[in-house]
DNA sequence: GTCTATAATTCGATAGAC
DNA sequence: GTCTATCGAATTATAGAC
């Protein structure tokens, strides 16, 4: 199991550190997370936390390495699939996405700030561009199947469609905006649409 | 002109510490960013960044406040243009975010960032449901001109698909990347890319 | 392993001279 | 308006007892 699917912990004290550091750093980022918050927040002293990790530096690059497995994790078993369609894979994607950041809204944010901190981190883009999917594209617009253009622009495109909404979350739960549920239900309503909208604009004749 | 736009400035220490500021609580964010870090890149001294704006914070929000006045800006004059069809505004928006965000990348990530932080800093999503705009894609729906969705669908698609690519710049920039001119390129070519795909997801039949 | 107490440093802000 | 010097608080990290 993934380390960040897992909510319930074995109950260790480096567990319970790591959970509270993955759940602030998430919510307020690197720099507004102090020691003694996550201290508190995991329910242990201060100084246990550098007895486990040596420093708050230690133990932020332990939660984002983990964090970026999950993505990556996702992202290379649906993409180097050899026996599903560009279809197929354009919705087990969505669908995969959808689910876990419905659980972990704040991931995206946190992972681009990260990458934006630390480009060397995480590697999404070569996973994508090394796939058997990519393969499946480019094969596909070689045999006038998809409209010709820069393989870039249809990765950039599921994944906006996708990740984007969780990005921009805060900005639709303010007072006025919607809840909570409503937000959850309109992302269930997009786990449909989008494949469908990508397949138009795969076939879209300019 | 509005205050983001204006890069040569009267030389003033004001403007100076500003556009200290400006550049690097995007590039860093609010805490990553220290005040003896704004005073260095302005050329001053520590104490006038007090004399000046009363705290570090007092300076964050007015900075925070010229970018979303910018981003509101451009959001409105089109989504409230009376004369234009929901095609030409897709194109407008298009374009404009396209082009203000190649001068400005680090722009969204900053204001997301911000956002999460205070929600109630910035309304853009009222500015889309209020508009006329979305009078016209409500009509357009009702008349059957355009696929039945969830108005907010639109929204999130044209906001998404022209600024995600910026929220994940620096995946592409990294080493083994694509170069910054490349991406600019691929930017371009968004531009014009993009409307065609908003224009086939509306008329899609489900 | 876990705690208390504290060292060491960083950072925002200000007092006061010019 | 601008500078030097410094205060005071906050924060990370560690020493040492249990």
Do not use: C, H
């Amino acid at each position: 199991m993934s380390p960040i699917a897992k909510i319930k912990t074995d109950g260790s004290t480096e567990e319970k550190i790591k959970d509270a550091a993955r759940k602030l750093f998430m919510q307020k980022g690197f720099e507004a997370t102090k020691t003694r918050d996550i201290a508190n927040e995991a329910g242990i002293n201060l100084a246990l936390l550098n007895y486990y990790f040596r420093s708050k530096e230690k133990l932020f690059e332990i939660i984002v390495k983990e964090n970026m497995g999950q993505f990556m994790e996702i992202i290379s078993n649906i993409v180097n699939n050899e026996k599903t369609t560009i279809q197929d894979k354009v919705e087990a994607l969505v669908a995969n996405y959808i689910d876990m950041l419905t659980q972990f809204p704040d991931m995206p944010l946190f992972i681009m700030n990260s990458i934006k901190v630390d480009p060397e981190r995480i590697k999404i883009r070569q996973r994508f561009s090394g796939s058997y999917f990519m393969k499946q594209i480019n094969e596909a617009i070689k045999a006038g199947k998809i409209a010709p253009m820069n393989p870039m622009n249809i990765m950039l495109n599921i994944v906006g469609l996708t990740i984007f909404p969780f990005v921009a979350r805060p900005m639709f739960l303010n007072k006025g905006g919607i809840t909570i549920e409503e937000f959850g239900t309109l992302m269930q309503e997009r786990k449909k649409l989008i494949p469908g909208w990508i397949k138009s604009m795969l076939e879209a004749k300019k």
